[in-house]
């Protein structure tokens, strides 16, 4: 398929209420949209950069030059056979890999969409219904926390993934481990720890916790398989994880026994499946990350999550778990055993909403061949 344009969009889609990390917080969703064009035939793809390098280097600003200036012009004019030619095409470009991804998902949504083919066919996905679970900020006090969770598990949500710094680690996760004995629960402290902090980290071990999230540097493999020694909760890596190479030094290494993909942050699905075989072979079980995507991306997501060895709950929710209002016409809803269905139409499933994707839109170009 011969890519004959490229749109992209900034866009700023506020979320329900703000979400904060141990490094940061977000009031709203600045992802980079994309569409390519090809034979009549239009491919959707999410950026899900921010505001700030808070995550990793990447922002929706640089995203936004490095998809306008060098990424799409890589494209252009491209006649493609398969989607997988993309993240060949983008090799020589170093980092940079949520601006890849964008447009590496809008050529996967291409060829599904012309080809009648759903993503989850295409990715070689295996199941039906994806199981996922809920990423809860950090908290103004242990109260509120409880409340927040108790929502969540009242809507349905059998798995909670809880936000950790220093000062809010222990005493919240054990006070939501005391009031649900059962629930699936896992703690994600986006880098903010250090190695001489394992003391502190250990103590997390009572809990019964199913891992515990990227403790450690973004960019460090080596103290987090000194630490996994010294816990028996598996670290599960997120930052550190942004290459096929990347997992496989880790997993050889044995500083995880768990790894979040999240296909945007490895570059695109075909990265992320690279990830996935992997770990499969290696006998590391995946689950799918979520950046707060909108419809566009969530929607990837859920097709990625459907391949066998993602065999923990995702960071995917319902839509209006996140935003008043999304920019697809068809947002998921929550099953009642905690799964989201996975879409079988063509493509990644999403049904864009023009208008209300033009209301929330702060820039746009249309790039041709
Ligand atoms: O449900 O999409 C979701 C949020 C999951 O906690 C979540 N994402 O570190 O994994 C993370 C975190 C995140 C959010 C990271 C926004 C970066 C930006």
Redesign the pocket.
């Known amino acids: 398929m011969r890519i004959e344009a490229i749109e992209l969009r900034r866009i700023r889609l506020p979320y329900r209420a703000p979400?904060e990390?141990s490094g940061w917080r977000?009031e709203a969703n600045h992802s980079v949209i994309v569409t390519l064009h090809s034979e009549g035939v239009v491919g959707w793809g999410e950026a899900?950069v921010?505001v700030g390098p808070?995550?990793n280097e990447e922002t929706q600003s640089t995203a936004w030059v490095m998809m306008r200036e060098i990424l799409a012009p890589m494209l252009l004019g491209r006649d493609l056979s398969r989607p997988e030619e993309v993240d060949a095409i983008f090799t020589r470009v170093r980092g940079n890999r949520m601006a890849r991804a964008g447009l590496e998902f809008a050529a996967w949504d291409l060829f599904g969409r012309a080809q009648g083919m759903s993503l989850s066919t295409m990715l070689g996905g295996t199941r039906q219904r994806v199981e996922v679970g809920?990423?809860v900020?950090v908290q103004e006090s242990i109260e509120a926390l409880l409340d927040v969770v108790a929502g969540y598990v009242n809507a349905g949500y059998q798995r909670v993934?809880l936000?950790i710094k220093p000062g809010w680690d222990v005493e919240p996760t054990r006070a939501v481990r005391e009031h649900w004995p059962d629930l699936r629960l896992q703690v994600?402290a986006?880098s903010i720890y250090t190695l001489d902090q394992a003391d502190q980290l250990a103590r997390l071990d009572e809990f019964d916790l199913l891992l515990i999230?990227?403790p450690l540097a973004h960019d460090d493999i080596i103290d987090h398989a000194k630490l996994q020694r010294l816990l028996r909760t598996p670290i599960c890596l997120?930052?550190s994880i942004v290459s096929p190479d990347h997992a496989r030094w880790a997993i050889e290494l044995g500083a995880c026994g768990v790894i979040?993909i999240?296909p945007s942050r490895v570059g695109g699905f075909t990265a992320a499946r690279r990830i996935h075989d992997l770990a499969y072979a290696a006998g590391i079980p995946v689950w799918c990350?979520?950046?707060?995507?909108t419809g566009i991306g969530r929607a990837a997501n859920v097709g990625l999550a459907s391949l066998p060895n993602f065999s923990l709950p995702g960071?995917?929710?319902a839509n209006d778990?996140?935003f008043h209002q999304d920019i697809v016409t068809n947002p998921f809803t929550l099953n009642p055993d905690s799964t989201l269905s996975v879409p079988t139409g063509p493509g990644s499933g999403a049904e864009v909403d023009l208008e209300r994707l033009a209301a929330i839109t702060t820039d746009y170009v249309m790039l041709h061949a």
């Open positions: 979400f990390t977000e899900p921010g808070w995550y809920v990423s900020g993934k936000k994600d986006n999230e990227q997120d930052e979040n999240k990350g979520g950046m707060l995507e960071d995917i929710s778990r996140y």
